[in-house]
């Protein structure tokens, strides 16, 4: 398929965005500010990707991590105060400097162990199951036969998301179950862009659930006048999709480090400070 543009080649129209009088920069976590590890436990920020984080914060109105991990999780491994957490697509919230989090859906009692019970019985190795608080995931990274796996996987959660009334989300080598309700990245998005009146904003993602703030964004900047673009961060696991629904795109953590950097020291807005 067709790329879209490389957004490192055309620094300018971003220079536009960020020249709006209240900016907000959105990124996923896992793939877009840090690698996809074989084992999600292993997942760690780079020092470099924490700081220019700090450093964006300081000339942006806001930052926000949105992101299929829980919030606690997000908290604790990147670690700053000044960034907002959206976390579980949505579910869960914790703003800047805030004191406590957010949330927009009950804890589904003994699902964790309801899902360990079918990985258990579905007897394939590699399988890692996460407690990410709202939502239980399943992943499949590290399967012997990964298209098996996958189907293995969702028969075995379509029956207990039909029983309990929950909802499953697919992402890259995992299947996700947790609370059915109207809430995804795309909404967090939305709801941040109006809280903080944003007029621009950048979104940065690598994944399917990322298409919803993709099209949140572009919604926003039809309806309201709002500059925007959304970046999707490409590698050899990257859906179609995700590359159709942007308007630029980095390859890998490299370039993705190089335009945050770019924003928090070079560009039109570097020598803002809120």
């Known amino acids: 398929m067709i790329l879209p543009p490389r957004a490192l080649d055309d620094l300018d129209s971003f220079c536009e965005i960020l020249r709006a009088d209240r900016v907000g920069v959105f990124s996923d976590f896992d793939g877009t500010l840090t690698p996809l590890f074989d084992d999600h436990r292993d997942t760690v920020l780079s020092p470099a990707i924490r700081d220019t984080l700090s450093e964006l914060s300081r000339k942006v109105e806001l930052v926000a991590v949105v992101s299929g991990r829980d919030v606690r999780y997000l908290r604790e491994t990147i670690g700053l105060k000044s960034v907002t957490y959206v976390g579980n697509h949505g579910l869960e919230e914790w703003k800047a400097r805030g004191e406590q989090p957010e949330y927009r859906a009950q804890v589904p009692v003994g699902l964790v162990e309801e899902v360990e019970s079918g990985v258990g019985h579905i007897g ?9 608080g709202l ?17 293995a996987v969702l028969q075995m959660l379509e029956p207990l998301a039909t029983s309990r009334g929950l909802g499953i989300k697919e992402g890259k080598m995992v299947w996700e179950i947790g609370p059915r309700v109207e809430v995804n990245k795309g909404t967090a998005v939305r709801r941040l862009a109006r809280e903080y009146e944003l007029t621009g904003a950048i979104v940065l993602g690598d994944d399917v659930t990322d298409c919803d703030a993709f099209d949140a964004l572009h919604g926003l900047v039809r309806e309201r006048g709002r500059k925007g673009a959304a970046v999707a961060v490409m590698d050899e696991e990257t859906p179609e999709s995700v590359l159709r629904e942007a308007d630029y795109y980095l390859s890998g953590l490299e370039e993705v480090e190089q335009f945050l950097r770019w924003m928090a020291y070079a560009s039109s807005r570097a020598e803002r400070k809120l």
């Open 124 to 132: 394939i190795s590699g399988l890692l199951v996460e407690n990410k």
């Open 135 to 151: 939502r239980v995931a399943v992943h499949y990274r590290n399967a012997p036969d990964l298209a098996a796996a996958r189907s």
